[in-house]
């Protein structure tokens, strides 16, 4: 699918997930959530034909940002020429170490409208950085933010709202309809700021074993957790951490998750 482009760009590309940003409500709305502060260092993922670049970089004046389309490095280049200091970042986001990155300075301030079709491994990739990252203010598909924040027993939680509540301090901020896009999508979209918490304040002991049980109890999550974390946790670990080894995944609170997790095994 594409459609008409603004002046200077080209069509817009499906497989780069590219839906760009025209509503002004909405793009102030955005950077009024970001709000950023002199001394931040604010990045922002796909700035596609800048609708939030170009408004951010006038408020803060400077700007990383993280492009994989060539064909929108020369033109997003020439039009942040005269509005402040645009450092682009020509690469997929998914290779880029944030760590690396903010360098020892001030944690990075994660801004973007995602590309939906990676917006899952994005996420993940930004966690395993967390210790770099302040907050992160991601426009995603309703129904993945709808996930992110589910709470225990409601039919969305799953892995990823275990996995990023666990980190991060999850605030769904505003949903934004397809008409706000250029072109649309087939679906509704919604504002999302996560805060990560201090890699040391999670009470998550192994952060790889941690992923590894919420994957296996969420991945035949019609079983009990006694059949499905086996060859993980024997039933007596999780008997032992407090918790029904007949009981399923979408039932048990996050906290739950963490102390089982932390609760030696014998499996
Ligand atoms: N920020 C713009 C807006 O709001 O109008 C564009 C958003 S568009 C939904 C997603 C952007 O992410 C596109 O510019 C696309 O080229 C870029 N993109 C897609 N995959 C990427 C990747 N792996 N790494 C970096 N950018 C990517």
């Given at each position: 699918m594409s459609t008409s482009p603004a002046p200077g760009f080209g069509r817009a590309k499906k497989a780069l997930g590219q839906h760009f940003l025209h509503e002004s409500a909405y793009i102030d709305r955005i950077i009024d959530a970001v709000a950023p502060r002199p001394d931040d260092r604010v990045v922002e993922i796909g700035?596609?034909?800048g609708a939030l670049t170009l408004p951010l970089l006038r408020r803060h004046g400077a700007l990383t940002v993280i492009e994989f389309d060539r064909d929108l490095i020369a033109p997003l280049t020439h039009a942040a020429s005269t509005v402040g200091a645009l450092e682009i970042i020509h690469r997929d986001v998914l290779e880029v170490d944030f760590t690396a990155l903010a360098g020892g300075g001030p944690r990075l301030r994660l801004v973007g409208n995602l590309p939906y079709n990676i917006s899952s491994p994005i996420l993940f990739h930004a966690l395993e950085h967390a210790g770099a990252i302040t907050d992160m203010h991601f426009m995603l598909q309703k129904e993945v933010v709808e996930r992110m924040a589910a709470p225990p027993?409601?039919?969305?939680?799953?892995r990823l709202s275990v996995m990023l509540q666990a980190s991060c301090i999850v605030v769904p901020l505003f949903t934004v309809p397809p008409g706000a896009f250029r072109p649309p999508p087939k679906v509704d979209s919604a504002v999302v700021r996560l805060a990560p918490k201090p890699p040391g304040e999670t009470?998550?002991?192994?952060p790889a074993r941690f992923a590894a049980v919420v994957r296996a109890a969420f991945g035949q999550?019609?079983?009990t957790l006694r059949n499905a974390l086996s060859g993980l946790c024997d039933e007596a670990t999780i008997s032992a951490a407090g918790?029904?080894?007949?009981?399923?995944a979408e039932q048990l609170p996050v906290q739950d998750f963490i102390r089982l997790a932390n609760t030696p095994s014998a499996a």
């Open positions: 700035p596609g034909q027993g409601s039919k969305t939680y799953g009470g998550i002991d192994d999550r019609r079983k918790i029904d080894p007949q009981s399923r």
